[in-house]
């Protein structure tokens, strides 16, 4: 019996032990599985993504478009609007939900989205800080965050993002300073911080990021200078850092930037001389209006002549600058002409661009671009053609196609080339045409399409009149004040352009909100230029062969009255359209509206209440901007900065406006009358003042 007993316990030991090894195997063999990649690796990952969207949607407490609502466990997560996952594993690398009117804060969760390479939020109502979560998405590359309600300071550890290229959180309230470990992220060729209420000077450490193209500091509070360090920056092509308090001398190295295309240092407080070479010989690039101690420059600056007195170090340093920029100008030219080639060589090899990518485009590319043109893609149309929006296939750049309203079939070599000019008309302020087709259709009927730059908040039309829908608030999208201010300006330096700087005259015909698109920094450019002539001369070898002529006169309310009595077309018609956008741009009220009938147009509805009533043809959510600031009894123009503002801008659209072509001044006059208003009216000032 007592052997039994040994022998029962003896086995039950075993059995205890043979358990437990089997246990230990077990875990062993997962955990080798594991090491060897032959487990599943994705579904710990797929369900951390998964949960960081739910606690994403969590957050939002506004989606008036009811995106939120295909985020439900009936479709896998990676189908979910605006979310993109890789094929191979399934992790989330896109999160795009741009432009669809949502609201909340954003979730620090985000931060476990460790795939995450690409995670627009742009021109939505986000609000509260930046977690510092977002310091995990060690994959990220582009960050956008424009336009939203952003506050609070950028997160510290926004640099553990060491592969971003592209960062934009321009139209925010972001606060504090600007970050000097942003220097590390040695990637990044666009930092936008536009529109935002950031202090303290540049941080000299941005001078670390080589690789940057695009740097956009206007509409905050920084001081200091521009430190001698972004001279580094050789391939800078855009610089904004208007409408701050920066100080001290325009630095030269700007002048050497080869790359530099367009500067704006305006209302600022730079003192001395402006340079004269390099960039600051275009006039149309370069702004630096309202810097009351600046002086000198090309004479299309209008700037003030310097001082003939000035005293001798500031002499000496001047000769000392011109000899050495003298023995180096050769120098500096060859090495210029050594780093231009490359440029080009490198430019020859790169695919990925916008323009790159649309020199070859043929019919059968732009419809596969468009979806066949599909009405989703339809962007808008009128007189001159209908605009789609377009993805190319092989680089995935977002476009818009022009296809033109043709009556004469052929004429593709005048049609062609006129276009080709038209791609060599570049400014700031202009939609970039980057190419143009020409051909059949499917259905062997002539075909022409011009294919420009895509715009992405739209047209100056959405904001200054957006359709509402039954459950929208009216305030969805508005321009405050100073943007219409800014919008007006970006118009008419680009109509001044066109009509005092290209080879010849060019008259647009058919300026009106429609034409005028925003960028993602909400700066206009004047698209369709140019087209008046392509297709006049198409209506004309049409009436050639057909009775009747049509000519291209224009928009109803925005043409000037002389067309309609057969006048030639002229740059005084253009500026007539001008100001009757003007006039449209802070009345809020179309030309067309329907008060206007019977002797009463939108021009004599603001003449007659100019200057005292100035209030009652204001539009009212300008009017509500002044209530906000807290004067909202002041009626009276003289006695409000506000107001005087405003009159001096409807001053100006009454006197574009005119009736008689020779009582209307020219563009160039138009621009310097808003640069005295800017001045006058500092920019910093007005937007604390105003609303974002």
């Not at 086995?11 to 032990?17: A, I, K």
């Not at 990952?45 to 985020?71: P, R």
Request: with cysteine.
């Amino acid at each position: 019996m007592e052997l039994l007993k040994k022998h029962s316990k003896l086995s039950s030991s075993f059995f205890h032990v043979y358990v437990e090894v089997i246990i230990l195997l077990s875990c062993f063999n997962f955990r080798c599985l594991n090491l060897l990649g032959l487990a599943d690796p994705v579904v710990s990952g797929n369900a951390t993504d998964k949960q960081a969207l739910l606690d994403f949607k969590a957050k939002i407490t506004g989606d008036q478009l009811k995106v939120m609502e295909s985020w439900n466990s009936s479709i896998h997560f990676c189908q979910w609007h605006g979310v993109t996952c890789g094929r191979k594993n399934q992790r989330v690398t896109k999160l795009e939900l741009q432009s669809l009117k949502l609201s909340g804060s954003l979730s620090p969760h985000i931060g476990n989205m460790s795939f995450l390479r690409v995670l627009n939020l742009m021109n939505n109502s986000f609000y509260n800080q930046i977690p510092q979560s977002i310091g995990g998405l060690r994959r990220l590359e582009t960050l956008y965050l424009t336009n939203n309600s952003i506050s609070g300071e950028i997160p510290s550890n926004l640099s553990s993002c060491s592969k971003l290229t592209i960062v934009r959180m321009a139209g925010n309230r972001l606060t504090g300073e600007i970050p000097a470990f942003l220097g590390f992220l040695s990637n990044l060729k666009v930092l936008s911080f536009y529109n935002n209420s950031l202090i303290g000077s540049i941080p000299p450490s941005l001078g670390n990021l080589s690789s940057l193209e695009e740097l956009a500091l206007t509409y905050n509070a920084l001081d200091g200078i521009i430190p001698e360090t972004l001279g580094r920056l050789t391939n800078l092509s855009i610089f904004l850092a208007a409408a701050n308090a920066i100080s001290g001398e325009i630095p030269e190295f700007l002048v050497r930037f080869g790359a530099l295309r367009y500067l704006n240092l305006s209302f600022n407080n730079f003192e001395g001389v402006i340079p004269s070479g390099g960039i600051f010989k275009n006039a149309s690039a370069t702004f630096v209006e309202g810097n009351s101690k600046l002086c000198g420059g090309i004479p299309e600056l209008h700037m003030l002549r310097c001082n003939l007195k000035t005293s001798s170090s500031n002499s000496l340093r001047l000769e000392v600058a011109i000899i050495v920029g003298s023995l180096g100008a050769t120098l500096a030219f060859t090495c210029l002409l050594i780093l231009w080639i490359g440029k080009k060589k490198e430019k020859q090899a790169t695919t990925t661009s916008v323009e790159n990518s649309v020199l070859q485009l043929s019919y059968q590319s732009i419809v596969r671009a468009t979806d066949g043109f599909s009405t989703q893609n339809l962007v808008g149309s009128g007189s001159f053609g209908s605009v789609y929006k377009g993805v190319l296939q092989a680089s995935g750049a977002v476009i818009a196609v022009k296809v033109l309203n043709l009556l004469n079939r052929g004429a593709s070599r005048s049609f062609l080339a006129e276009c080709e000019a038209l791609k060599n008309i570049r400014h700031r302020n202009l939609v970039k045409v980057l190419t143009a087709i020409s051909g059949e259709d499917y259905q062997g009927n002539d075909f022409k399409a011009l294919v420009y730059e895509f715009m992405e908040n739209g047209s100056l039309e959405d904001w200054l009149h957006p359709l509402i829908g039954m459950n929208e608030p009216e305030t969805v999208r508005n321009l405050n004040f100073f943007q219409r201010v800014s919008v007006a300006m970006d118009v008419a330096h680009a109509l001044e352009y066109l009509h005092h700087h290209c080879e010849e005259p060019i008259i647009h015909c058919d300026l009106k909100p429609s034409n005028i698109l925003l960028d993602e920094e909400m700066v206009g450019h004047i698209s369709d230029f140019g087209l008046a002539k392509i297709l006049s001369t198409d209506r004309l070898n049409y009436s050639a062969n057909k009775s009747g002529s049509l000519g291209l006169r224009g928009t109803i309310g925005y043409a000037p009255p002389e067309y309609g009595m057969g006048s030639g077309l002229s740059t005084k018609g253009d500026v007539y359209s001008y100001g009757i956008l003007l006039l449209e741009m802070f009345t809020g009220k179309r030309p067309t509206d329907e008060r206007f009938r019977e002797g009463l147009s939108l021009r004599n509805f603001v003449k007659a209440a100019l200057p005292e009533r100035i209030v009652e043809v204001t539009d009212p959510i300008l009017v509500e901007e002044r209530v906000a600031r807290g004067t909202p009894g002041v009626k009276n123009s003289r006695n409000d900065r506000h107001l005087r503002c405003l009159n001096s801008l409807f001053e100006i659209g009454l006197t574009c406006s005119a009736e008689s072509p020779n009582e209307r001044i020219d563009m160039s006059d138009v621009v310097i009358k808003l640069c005295s208003i800017r001045d006058k009216f500092h920019p910093t000032r007005l937007r604390h003042e105003v609303p974002t």
